[in-house]
């Protein structure tokens, strides 16, 4: 995974290692576990590395009054080895000759490494990465770009790198296969600056272009010469990148991630805006390229997507199969790449992912373009590799989510799938009537969202009571079944407690043996059609003394008798519509149950906003 920044300095006064390290940070979703720094200075390579966030190496480099005319950088997501200083890249060749830093996975490096330690070679780390840096310096012989054409067709897996050679202080070598880099030239100084992500040129105004597999280019001040393996020079076609420096700030709250929570009623209302059609009933996009035609056509939708994105497109299942009555699968994209999918003519592929950076994501999209499948995307990062393969985009603008326990985005990838399930149904069986209604239950999705927002207080006070158990089962049906998938992912990725979702009607076959006084239940009780069943399925928990809070809609006093705590929730209009106004009460409750247990919110440990690798 991780994050690449390289910077020469030509017109600017820009020293290069602080322009790498504000790159960083706005690198830092990519991994931050540990970051490092290289640059040349008096025909030597000068590195810093340190363990933990950005802002440690930061200090390291004011500290030592780091001025370098040429740097590259990176923030790592610890893949292969340890989260140690001596793992941190850069990664160097034994003689410190070259240095080098790297997004992916080497997927033969073992191989490498044996062949190259039999021939007398010294590693020090334990990382894949630092078979790139001995291969290199190994074919090297005079001719740095030589060397690096020669390294690549032996390396498997994927990779960014971006290296620097004390031989050549003007020059910095990059090259890719399956993870994304851009290279920009500032317009006003001249400066290149190279990134893992382009959205990390903010507040400058550049001719950008991104390297595509197994392409890679020498970058100098004074010229940027891209080639492909067998070392033919290429043309790139550059597209001018004019990024605001917008500054995101916690806007008092005290977390992003609680900024985020309370964003929802605007974000949702950002993901609906210009597109709801009351007149015909239906959703326009303008970014949608598919004709209706081919849309009427669609005999099978497949969701591809990782992690709340996943939760997103299970739940969206739901509503693609009862009002547009098409067959729906999701699948996991990590799943899907690797077991020979059969893709039907007709099927819309949807893949879901809030950065458009996901490896599996990227990966599964893919492998369902060989079927000629058109494919949507819902992103909300724009410029993301996502939504490069894509045949349209539809874009979430939710705004920049901070936080890497997704909120936001995922209610707004619900907003926006219902509307594309609408907008499907209206070109088959749904009528004009049926559309409205759908959209006016839409339409009262803001005053459904504020209303569980205002109750904050009644999810701080009850996470006090539940702060304590180690263990958690969220439980639903139908629609409430994916919410609680969602909602136990956030408790575990940012209270670091073990949560599951699982459908309420199913505890029986084998999960309820769990149930003691020492695990709580978390009760999903939005989906209305189901609430009988679902007393019941409580009343098995009750029974066996399992201590139960519920999440239920405003009326259903019955719950009152059988639950330990409720917190009660809007009225209930429509069952598909629950799903947002239910994860939210989730976010919540991990929310404040993490504040108690004193984690680090916004950059869970373990973490990363962007998975970049398989
Ligand atoms: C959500 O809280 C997670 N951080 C994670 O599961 C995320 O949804 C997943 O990695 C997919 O990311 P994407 O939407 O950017 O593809």
Not at 33 to 42: E, L, N, R, T, W
Not at 205 to 226: G, R
Not at 238 to 265: A, C, M, R, T, W
Not at 292 to 298: A, I, R, S, W
Request: glycine content about 6%; proline content about 3%; aromatic content about 8%.
């Amino acid at each position: 995974m991780c994050g690449i920044y390289g910077h020469i300095k030509k017109g600017s006064k820009t020293n290069s290692a602080i322009a790498c390290i504000d790159g960083l940070k706005r690198l830092e979703y990519r991994g931050y576990d540990s970051a490092g720094i290289a640059g040349i200075h008096q025909g030597k390579i000068v590195s810093y590395k340190t363990v933990g966030k950005v802002r440690t190496l930061d200090r390291v480099v004011q500290d030592n009054n780091l001025d370098l005319k040429m740097a590259i950088a990176h923030t790592r997501w610890a893949t292969h080895g340890s989260i140690t200083e001596l793992n941190a890249h850069p990664h160097f060749d034994e003689e410190k000759a070259l240095a080098l830093v790297h997004n992916g996975i080497i997927e033969n490096y073992q191989k490498i490494k044996k062949t190259l330690t039999s021939a007398g070679i010294k590693f020090i780390s334990e990382t894949d990465t630092e078979v790139i840096s001995h291969l290199i310096s190994f074919h090297y012989n005079g001719d740095i770009a030589k060397a690096v054409e020669k390294t690549l067709p032996e390396l498997e897996g994927s990779f960014a790198i971006a290296l620097i050679h004390k031989d050549h202080p003007d020059r910095i070598l990059v090259a890719t296969r399956g993870c994304p880099l851009a290279i920009g030239v500032c317009h006003d100084s001249k400066d290149i600056y190279i990134s893992s992500d382009s959205n990390a040129f903010t507040g400058r105004s550049l001719d950008v272009f991104y390297l595509h597999d197994d392409e890679y280019a020498v970058v100098t001040e004074a010229t940027i010469e891209v080639y492909n393996m067998a070392g033919i020079k290429l043309t790139k076609s550059l597209e001018v990148l004019n990024l605001e420096e917008k500054f995101i700030s916690k806007d008092g709250y005290e977390h992003f991630l609680l900024k985020e929570i309370h964003e929802q009623p605007l974000s949702v209302e950002r993901a609906l805006h210009g597109r709801l059609d009351f007149k015909n009933g239906t959703a326009n996009f303008e970014e949608l390229s598919l004709s209706d035609d081919l849309l009427k056509k669609t005999t099978r939708i497949l969701i591809l997507a990782c992690g709340s994105s996943y939760h997103a497109g299970c739940i969206a299942k739901q509503i693609f199969e009862s009002l547009a009555k098409i067959p729906t699968e999701v699948e996991i994209a990590s799943e899907f790449r690797y077991r020979n999918p059969i893709i039907l003519e007709n099927t819309l592929v949807i893949a879901i992912s809030q950065s458009g950076e996901t490896a599996d994501t990227l990966a599964a999209v893919k492998e369902a373009k060989r079927s000629n499948s058109p494919v949507i995307a819902l992103c909300n990062v724009k410029r993301s590799s996502l939504s490069r393969l894509a045949k349209s985009t539809l874009w979430l603008n939710a705004g920049p989510e901070i936080s890497v326990c997704s909120t936001k985005a995922f209610t707004s990838q619900l907003s926006l799938l219902m509307l594309l399930a609408l907008k499907i149904a209206r070109t088959k069986d749904l009528d004009l009537a049926g559309g409205k209604a759908f959209l006016s239950h839409i339409e009262n999705l803001g005053k459904q969202i504020s209303a569980v927002i205002s109750k904050a207080p009644e999810f701080k006070l009850l996470a006090s009571k539940y702060a304590s158990f180690k263990q958690f089962f969220f439980i639903g049906r139908n629609y409430m079944y994916p919410t609680c998938l969602e909602a136990a992912l956030k408790l575990k990725e940012i209270s670091y407690i073990n949560a599951s979702g699982y459908p309420a009607g199913e505890m029986k076959h084998g999960p309820i043996a769990l149930i003691s006084k020492d695990l709580a239940t978390v009760a999903f009780c939005g989906n209305v059609h189901t609430f009988d069943k679902l007393l019941s399925n409580l009343m098995e928990i009750k029974s066996r003394g399992g201590p139960i809070l519920a999440f239920a809609p405003e009326g259903y006093n019955e719950i009152l008798g059988i639950t330990d705590d409720v917190i009660f929730l809007p009225k209930q209009i429509s069952d598909p519509f629950a799903p947002i106004p239910y994860s939210i009460a989730g976010q919540l409750f991990a929310y404040y149950i993490a504040i108690l247990l004193g984690t680090d919110i916004d950059q869970p440990r373990n973490l990363a906003k962007s998975v970049t690798v398989e």
